[in-house]
């Protein structure tokens, strides 16, 4: 969020490079449409009052150095992460729009199944990415702890009995099928194990209704200190 303006685009992809010991990366993505100042290095630079510093950078002069660092082979695909809707349409309607986002990364899983933003992708090309397809975060300051459990889910217990299968491989399996590519995070090689069982079966159409059934709209990372960007994602429908 740091780097986004123009002249720190480069900068910034060249230090991961670095830190990386890579000639190049396969994707390069916008973590948030919310610039933030850079101030001495410090990612996530603050006031004396623990305020972020929002910047107001142009994310759409961002994406025009990340398509030269892509014609530089600095990068195979460029994408953006927690666009919504209307941020991807300012991308693609951009007057010297050389390549489209390849995909949007954002967070989707059965409680937010984020079906009307899956829907403008689609129709765009876009391949939606799912982080939390488990329905957490891994960072209790982002975490929204008054939310349901969604791997308590009795829909989805009921669905992965049936088939032999746990609530987490139900909820992966379901955004397959849909055409999610999901990103589901374990440190426990028997949960990652299971996490990558789910190419076995298949949810029949009155599952994936059901499962589709049980959305709230429930978004656990909401991200606080954010939302009071004027370039925060979340306040739209999608
Ligand atoms: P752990 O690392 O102990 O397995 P998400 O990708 O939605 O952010 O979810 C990551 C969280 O879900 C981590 O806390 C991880 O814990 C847990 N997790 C990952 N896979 C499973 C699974 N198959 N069943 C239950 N919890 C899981």
Redesign the pocket.
Known sequence: MSYLSPALVRKGLELTLKSLKLDYIDLFLIHWPTGLKLSEGVLFPKDASGNLLYSDVDFCETWTVMESCKDAGLVRSIGVSNFNHKQLETLLRMPKLKYKPVCNQVEC?PYLNQSKLLKYCKSNNIVLVG????????DPKWFNPNNPIL?NDPELRKIGEKHNK?A??VALRYQIQRDVVI??????PG??K??KEIFDFQLTDEEMKAIDGINKNCRYVIVKQLIDHPKYPFHEEY
């Open positions: 899983h982080y939390s397809p488990l329905g957490s975060s891994p791997l746990t987490a491989q990103i589901p995070k374990s440190f426990n949960r990652m299971q996490n």
